[in-house]
Each structure stands twice: as structure tokens, then as C-alpha cells.
């Protein structure tokens, strides 16, 4: 069964300091994963995905995410925080079903002090 | 912009109730989806369409039931609400094809008393 851990509940980092958000997946095949941000009281937006290609994919808002196949991990990472930054981030991952099912990790609360 | 609208943002039912959670998307995708949001748990898939009249079970399909008549609209029916339904629920929709992105709605913040 294809699953998506996300272990931190919340993570803590001061506006201007580099991020990570922590994602690491277990899926059969080749993986295809995404990262979502929800604001308060919105739904989710779509930040960024690998399907294949480079490890190191860009997405919206200068966040960007690692792939490493070795340790299924899918990092979300942004080199200087933002206060507006604050939200919480899920990881999902697709098990290439053919019919877009993503599974999803339980969210990670970002919260970027000023 | 794909823009996917939900009827209401929030809602107060009472046990035993029977809840329709209307969903519409504007830009033609095939597939729509259904999920419940709670702390802690995520995302959970309810149920979700690929076509007209055509439904899948989701990871926590008990107690609900789903009809999508028309393409750009996927209702989520509770036919006899409980106070453990009582969640935050997305609406999705997106394209059949290679991206797998999907697009929210705002959710509706459903009550059951």
C-alpha cells in the first residue's frame, strides 16, 4: 500500500533562515509526488511535483523539493523564509494508478517568526 | 485559472440529517474527487469520479454516497449525518492525463449536532 510520512508536526524557522519540510514516501513503482500548501480557512494549492527528470524540481513561491530515490525521501525546501510563508504543507504521492488517486501525509504546520 | 466552487463554506446539521455537498469545476476535467480533512489524519480520500455516472470507493467511503450526473459536478451525499462526520470537507477536479495535479475547492466546514 502506497503511504506518504510527513514526521514533523510542525516546524519553526525564522523569517530570512532556510526551510525544510520533511516528506518520505513508500510506493511501488516509480513515484510520482507533489507538495500542496493550505493557508487558513482555504484549499489546498498546488506548489510542485516530480513525475521524472531532474531531482531537484522548482515550484511556486522560490520553494523547491529533492527527490532521492535511495531514501524515498521528498524534501520541500525554500533557501530564505518568509513570515507569509506560514501554512500548512502536505506531501501526496500517486500510486500511478491511472486515475489520479494521490495519497496524502498527515500536513506539517510551518510557522516563519518575524 | 481552474476555479472549483463548493456550495457552501460552512454548514450546521443536525444528527440523521440527509447533507448534499455540491461541487463544480469550470474546466472541463474528467475526474473529480471527494475528501475529509482532520487534525492530525490529513487528507482521506472519500470517493472520487473519472466520468459521468462513474464512481470509485475512497480509503473511507461508509456513510457517504456520491453522484456526478454532469460533468462539472460531483455531490457528496451524507444520508443519515453523524457527529463523527462532522469534518472538513475538498472537492477536487483534474485532467485525465500525465500531471496528476488536482485542483481544490475552499472546502465546507460541516457541522453535525
Known amino acids: 500500500a502506497q503511504s506518504v510520512a510527513q514526521p514533523e508536526d510542525q516546524v519553526n524557522v525564522a523569517e530570512g533562515n532556510p526551510l525544510t519540510v520533511k516528506c518520505t514516501y513508500s510506493v511501488s513503482g516509480n513515484p510520482y509526488l507533489f507538495w500542496y500548501v493550505q493557508y487558513p480557512n482555504r484549499g489546498l494549492q498546488f506548489l510542485l511535483k516530480?513525475?521524472?527528470?531532474?531531482?531537484l524540481v522548482k515550484g511556486s513561491y522560490g520553494f523547491e523539493a529533492e527527490f532521492n530515490k535511495s531514501q524515498t525521501s521528498f524534501h520541500l525546501k525554500k533557501p530564505s523564509a518568509l513570515v507569509s510563508d506560514s501554512a500548512l504543507y502536505f506531501c501526496?504521492?500517486?500510486?500511478?494508478?491511472?486515475?489520479?488517486?494521490?495519497?496524502f501525509g498527515t500536513g506539517t504546520r510551518l510557522l516563519v517568526s518575524p | 485559472d481552474v476555479k472549483v466552487t463548493q456550495s457552501s463554506r460552512y454548514l450546521v446539521k443536525r444528527t440523521g440529517e440527509k447533507v448534499f455537498l455540491e461541487c463544480v469545476q469550470d474546466m472541463d476535467h474528467e475526474n473529480m474527487f471527494w475528501y475529509r480533512q482532520d487534525p492530525g489524519l490529513g487528507l482521506r480520500l472519500i470517493y472520487f469520479s473519472y466520468d459521468v455516472k462513474m464512481k470509485e470507493k475512497g480509503d473511507i467511503p461508509e456513510g457517504y454516497s456520491v453522484s456526478r450526473e454532469k460533468k462539472e459536478r460531483f455531490s457528496l451525499i451524507l444520508e443519515s449525518a453523524s457527529t463523527n462526520q462532522t469534518s472538513m470537507y475538498l472537492c477536487?477536479?483534474?485532467?485525465?492525463?500525465?500531471?496528476?495535479?488536482?485542483?481544490f475547492g475552499p472546502g465546507t466546514r460541516l457541522t453535525v449536532t
Open positions: 516530480y513525475i521524472t527528470g531532474d531531482n
Open positions: 477536487a477536479s483534474g485532467k485525465t492525463g500525465t500531471s496528476y495535479e488536482q485542483y
Open positions: 501526496a504521492v500517486s500510486p500511478n494508478t491511472g486515475f489520479q488517486k494521490l495519497v
